[in-house]
T-cell receptor, first 114, second 112 residues
């Protein structure tokens, strides 16, 4: 079983829809949570970073972390065609020999059509 | 502008050849990382370095080597021992444990 599971999709939605992307994890040692957006032939770009349970909002994006359920989500409101990309969740453990190492989900391919 | 520069953008390897991928950062980050990305498999860690002159193997280090002689630079060599090198290689850096990583735009390596 993978430490981080992410539905690869693909996910196709109409412009203006609310998008929900999700990851589950099995190791409670994960303490830091990130969402990255990756356009084709580009490196991942950091969208959201959080280390506590609850919600964090940034513009049209909301990251949600539920440590008790080992579940994280990214919501995109009023989705735009420019949001079409692969979305990767990533997480890391606190300290020790795992220094800074990120464990990634498989990535979800999102297409927003006009 | 601070960031991570990877070069070249595209690279072709012949059988039995070693190739080196360049990664330079001007973010003054201590930690640097190399990942391999294959379709449908997310990112897998090859090597990482927390400080100059020190580096550790990641999950898939076989067939790869690295050096960290300068804080700004972390080159990756794909050796002839790596039998399936075709992939998208990504370099990243961070300021420390628990901090997010920032990525370059990758090098796509193919076999001739």
């Amino acid at each position: 079983q993978k430490e981080v599971e992410q539905d690869p999709g693909p996910l196709s939605v109409p412009e203006g829809a609310i998008v929900s992307l999700n990851c589950t994890y099995s190791n409670s040692a994960f303490q830091y949570f990130m969402w990255y957006r990756q356009y084709s032939r580009k490196g991942p770009e950091l969208l959201m970073y959080t280390y506590s349970s609850g919600n964090k909002e940034d513009g049209r994006f909301t990251a949600q972390v539920d440590k008790s359920s080992k579940y994280i989500s990214l919501f995109i409101r009023d989705s735009q065609p420019s949001d079409s990309a692969t979305y990767l969740c990533a997480m890391s453990k606190r300290g020790g020999t795992s220094y800074g190492k990120l464990t990634f989900g498989q990535g979800t391919i999102l297409t927003v059509h006009p | 502008d601070g960031g991570i520069t990877q070069s070249p953008k595209y690279l072709f390897r012949k059988e039995g050849q070693n190739v080196t991928l360049s990664c330079e950062q001007n973010l003054n980050h201590d930690a640097m990382y190399w990942y391999r990305q294959d379709p449908g498999q997310g990112l897998r860690l090859i090597y990482y370095s927390q400080i100059v002159n020190d580096f550790q193997k990641g999950d898939i280090a076989e067939g790869y080597s690295v050096s960290r002689e300068k804080k700004e630079s972390f080159p990756l060599t794909v050796t002839s021992a790596q039998k399936n090198p075709t992939a998208f290689y990504l370099c990243a850096s961070s300021s420390g444990a628990g901090q997010p990583q920032h990525f370059g735009d990758g090098t796509r390596l193919s076999i001739l």
